[in-house]
């Protein structure tokens, strides 16, 4: 290679030149002397000017401004993801001083670079050789499932990443009420009029677990009228289906617990006509395992008077009125109540 070259723009010197002059003169621009032209004539090849400009660094060379050092990084390791070389490209980029610029440029290449089926090698490389933040990939990976539409991924990524209210929202307004007016069904056309596989409601319970913590469920926003009444009504139908008539202690606390949710399912936030759906589908849910426990209570050999004088009955009318029904089933529930007080009287 010639020491220098005669371009458009005036002599091109070779980089050995340059090195020469950088050890005469230590204030020497390392801008020229990194610039491609200076040993090559493929002028998008960053491979030797960033190698000769990490041992530059090591020898306390560090006077190349700092926009000219991040565009450095950002081209070479553009060069890299180019050639199919995208975990090397975030090894380049881990080399930005700045927090945040390191974190937006790696996650960039993520995106675009991730899929959403778990590679145990490129993950395994990236966290445990590059010492990435899982957090990074997973918080890449919802973006990319909230891109290609599937919900259920990009919970299940921003519940691994951490975000609480990204995933609690995710939650309430793709998934809730598709998984609770699906029941048992494993297919359900959504208002959307597109057909998706839904998993059962154990699915939804394991996705809210991690949100019902006290330490994360203080920072969700409106996790009091969402993700905590989900959470309360699947628990209870969880324990229902497990229910033994012989465990009275049990009952009792079920009945409790479904009181208080009775009151609070009106507080459900509802932004659909899905919404509203799921919130007519859980109170029917609740009212009838109310009249569930109130059966198991009413048997012969037990006592149906209550220690305040009422019969069971009685106690749930006001809870099971103030459900949000649709009015023909609110006054079918009301009926059945009303046989039950009536043959209470009589016995």
Same mark, same amino acid.
């Given at each position: 290679?010639?020491?220098?070259?005669?371009?458009?723009?005036?002599? @091109?010197?070779?980089?050995?030149?340059?090195?020469?002059?950088? =050890?005469?003169?230590?204030?020497?621009?390392? *801008? #020229? +002397?990194?610039?491609?032209?200076?040993? +090559?004539?493929?002028?998008?090849? =960053?491979?030797?000017?960033?190698?000769?400009?990490?041992?530059?660094?090591?020898?306390?060379?560090?006077?190349?401004?700092?926009?000219?050092?991040?565009?450095?990084?950002?081209?070479?390791?553009?060069?890299? *993801?180019?050639?199919?070389?995208?975990?090397?490209? @975030?090894?380049?980029?881990?080399?930005?001083?700045?927090?945040?610029? #390191?974190? #937006?440029?790696?996650?960039?290449?993520?995106?675009?670079?991730?899929?959403?089926?778990?590679?145990?090698?490129?993950?395994?490389?990236?966290?445990?050789?590059?010492?990435? %933040?899982?957090?990074?990939?997973?918080?890449?990976?919802?973006?990319?499932?909230? =891109?290609?539409?599937? %919900? !259920?991924? !990009?919970? !299940?990524?921003?519940?691994?990443?951490?975000?609480?209210?990204?995933?609690?929202?995710?939650?309430?307004?793709?998934?809730?009420?598709?998984?609770?007016?699906?029941?048992?069904?494993?297919?359900?056309?959504?208002?959307?009029?597109?057909?998706?596989?839904?998993?059962?409601? &154990? +699915?939804?319970?394991?996705?809210?677990?991690?949100?019902? &913590?006290?330490?994360?469920?203080?920072?969700?926003?409106?996790?009091?009228?969402?993700?905590?009444?989900?959470?309360? =009504?699947?628990?209870?139908?969880?324990?229902?289906?497990?229910?033994?008539?012989?465990?009275?202690?049990?009952?009792?606390?079920?009945?409790?617990?479904?009181?208080?949710?009775?009151?609070?399912?009106?507080?459900?936030?509802?932004?659909?006509? !899905?919404?509203?759906?799921?919130?007519?589908?859980?109170?029917?849910?609740?009212?009838?395992?109310?009249?569930?426990?109130?059966?198991?209570?009413?048997?012969?050999? *037990? &006592? $149906?008077?209550?220690?305040?004088?009422? /019969?069971?009955? /009685?106690?749930? +009318?006001?809870?099971?009125?103030?459900? %949000?029904?649709?009015?023909?089933?609110?006054?079918?529930?009301? #009926?059945?109540?009303?046989?039950?007080?009536?043959?209470?009287? $009589?016995?």
């Amino acid at each position: 290679e010639p020491l220098f070259r005669s371009g458009l723009r005036g002599t @091109v010197r070779d980089m050995s030149f340059h090195l020469l002059k950088l =050890y005469a003169d230590r204030l020497h621009r390392l *801008e #020229r +002397t990194l610039s491609p032209a200076t040993h +090559t004539s493929h002028l998008l090849d =960053y491979g030797i000017s960033w190698f000769v400009h990490l041992m530059l660094r090591a020898v306390y060379y560090v006077h190349l401004p700092a926009y000219s050092y991040v565009a450095l990084q950002n081209d070479f390791a553009a060069q890299l *993801e180019s050639l199919g070389l995208w975990k090397w490209a @975030v090894f380049v980029l881990l080399h930005l001083v700045d927090s945040a610029d #390191r974190q #937006r440029a790696v996650q960039q290449v993520l995106v675009r670079q991730c899929s959403l089926n778990e590679n145990e090698d490129d993950e395994a490389f990236l966290i445990e050789k590059l010492h990435v %933040p899982a957090k990074w990939i997973y918080e890449a990976k919802a973006l990319i499932a909230q =891109y290609d539409r599937i %919900p !259920e991924k !990009e919970a !299940e990524f921003c519940l691994k990443a951490g975000l609480w209210n990204a995933a609690h929202e995710v939650i309430m307004k793709k998934l809730a009420a598709a998984y609770i007016i699906s029941g048992r069904r494993r297919f359900l056309v959504l208002l959307s009029g597109f057909r998706r596989f839904l998993g059962n409601e &154990d +699915t939804l319970l394991n996705m809210l677990t991690p949100l019902a &913590d006290d330490d994360r469920n203080c920072d969700i926003f409106d996790w009091s009228e969402g993700g905590e009444i989900l959470f309360h =009504y699947l628990s209870i139908k969880k324990e229902m289906m497990a229910l033994d008539e012989g465990d009275q202690e049990l009952v009792e606390r079920l009945r409790e617990q479904l009181k208080l949710l009775c009151t609070r399912v009106k507080d459900l936030s509802c932004d659909s006509l !899905e919404d509203r759906l799921c919130q007519s589908e859980i109170s029917k849910k609740c009212a009838s395992y109310l009249k569930s426990l109130l059966f198991l209570e009413e048997r012969p050999d *037990e &006592d $149906v008077i209550l220690d305040d004088g009422s /019969l069971p009955s /009685l106690s749930l +009318t006001p809870y099971i009125a103030g459900l %949000p029904m649709p009015e023909d089933y609110a006054l079918s529930e009301l #009926r059945a109540l009303t046989r039950s007080y009536i043959r209470g009287l $009589v016995t």
